[in-house]
């Protein structure tokens, strides 16, 4: 028993080792480099210790701004994508020819990349001197107003934004949940038939609960990806995103680090560990939730 044992923790090791070094030292690295005030990578020195950075964070307009649009990404891309998706995968399930064609072609956008699904973004929604843009065109057939999703309102740029994620994300959501779905013994729906069940019937009662543990992993790693958004805005906005007023808190962290303001890595920590406990709460949540209202086979 001891030697399976000592077997088992000898396959583990490498697994261990990876995660201790490229996961749990850099995070205590980076809680330890957050309480060390006015840290210089160069000199590997510090001013003092306290919780000056984390207030300096809290109250700079750029990060508050940066939290404000990476909670509206999440709160409004998670739920929708996710819901379409179910949608969508039904409607798929329901389709026995050409079913695996549908699915290659919806999962299409997620092996794309996203640079350049974000440069066909910019063209469909981007005014210019010569145009303005694919969307406005469609705007302008049924009577309205041309509107720069780019460079104008920020209502406008958060459409672009959300619209974008949910189309990238979407694909893997329609893939797992088409899976699931597929999965889920048939014999539920004959009985149900049997008895004279209504098809929406069928659905909250049969179909959601045995899909219940996909739809939640979704939602967990939903919000989890949403909370990491950076890229995105990158593709459609540039890399100043404090000037477009599209940044997000990973991109804060990034700026802090690198960008125009960069040089600043114990303003950086702070951020990331407030991302890290935000997202951590959220999940907590979502998984307390999920215990139980989650049915499993």
């Keep these: 028993m001891e030697k399976n044992k000592l077997k088992g923790w000898l396959y583990l090791l490498p697994a261990i080792l990876f995660l201790g070094c490229f996961m749990v030292y850099p995070l205590i690295d980076v809680f330890v480099y957050s309480f060390e005030e006015s840290y210089n990578f160069a000199s590997q020195t510090y001013q003092g210790t306290g919780g000056f950075n984390f207030a300096y964070v809290l109250h700079d307009t750029y990060f508050l701004q940066a939290v404000k649009n990476t909670f509206l990404m999440v709160i409004i891309t998670v739920p929708l994508s996710t819901g ?54 469609l705007i302008h057939w049924f009577g309205g107003e041309s509107v720069d999703f780019i460079s104008g309102p920020y209502w406008a740029k958060m459409f672009v934004m959300c619209f974008y994620i949910i189309w990238v994300v979407m694909p893997f959501k329609i893939l797992l949940l088409t899976s699931a779905l597929l999965s889920v013994d048939q014999s ?23 899909i219940s543990p996909t739809i939640f992993y ?60 935000i997202v951590l709460t959220i999940t907590c949540i979502n998984l307390l939730i999920s215990s139980k209202h989650t049915t499993y086979n």
């Design 218 to 277: 979704l939602v967990i790693t939903g919000f989890i990806g949403a909370f990491k958004e950076y890229s995105d805005a990158v593709a459609l906005f540039g890399t100043n995103l404090n000037a477009a007023g599209m940044n997000t808190i990973v991109g804060y962290v990034y700026d802090m680090l690198y960008g125009d303001s960069g040089g600043y890595p114990s303003y950086a920590s702070a951020a990331a560990i407030i991302l890290f406990v």
């Design 84 to 137: 379409i998706a179910l949608l969508i995968s039904v409607g798929l399930s329901s389709i026995k020819p050409l079913r695996r064609l549908f699915q290659t072609v919806y999962f299409l956008p997620y092996v794309t990349n996203t640079l350049a699904v974000g440069l066909v973004f910019m063209i469909l929604f981007k005014k210019t001197e010569y145009t303005d843009g694919l969307v406005n065109l």
């Design 188 to 210: 539920y729906y004959n009985a149900a038939k049997v008895d004279g069940t209504s098809g929406a019937r069928i659905f909250r009662k049969i179909t959601l609960p045995m």
